[in-house]
């Protein structure tokens, strides 16, 4: 039997915020995982972990969202997911730093490359700002301004 992969979104119940703090205490040590009737399931560690990161966020008030990698997502949703604007976006899909397919008139982008590009921009980030850094100690500067320059 084949399994759909789908994108699902969960909310934090508007009740059982207890509950579900009181698993998320739970989830910190291994716990064992009971089904309705009663028979104990064991977990893969990843499944473990991954259940505990879901139980976390929903008990913080938190959505969130499980979609298999191979899920393709509209402009918005993926500048959504990077906390950019979709035109922002768009620009990035033009200029080829995110592959993407078109479907009709319509961009989609896959989850896998929205995260490849996320993890890319994060270490370029980093990167440059170490450079800075570097720069600011051989030249001096670093340590030179305490305070914010008035600009008025």
Not at 15 to 25: I, K, N, V
Not at 114 to 122: G, N, P, T, V
Not at 142 to 150: E, K, M
Request: cysteine-free; aromatic content about 4%; overall charge negative.
């Amino acid at each position: 039997m084949a399994t759909v992969l789908r994108q699902h979104t969960l909310f934090p119940p508007s009740d059982g915020q207890r509950d579900l703090a009181s698993a998320a205490e739970a989830l910190h040590s291994r716990t064992r995982l009971v089904g309705p009737d009663g028979t104990e399931i064991k977990l893969p560690e990843e499944v473990f972990a991954a259940l505990r990161e879901v139980v976390e966020a929903l008990s913080n008030g938190l959505a969130i969202t499980i979609a298999p990698h191979t899920a393709q997502l509209t402009t918005q949703q993926g500048a959504d997911m990077l906390n950019i604007s979709r035109p922002t976006l768009v620009r990035l899909l033009e200029e080829g730093e995110i592959p993407f397919e078109m479907r009709g008139r319509h961009r989609r982008v896959r989850l896998t490359d929205l995260l490849d590009y996320q993890e890319r921009a994060r270490v370029r980030r980093r990167t440059e700002l170490d450079e800075l850094a570097r720069e600011a100690i051989e030249d001096g500067s670093y340590d030179a301004v305490d305070h914010f320059p008035r600009i008025r």
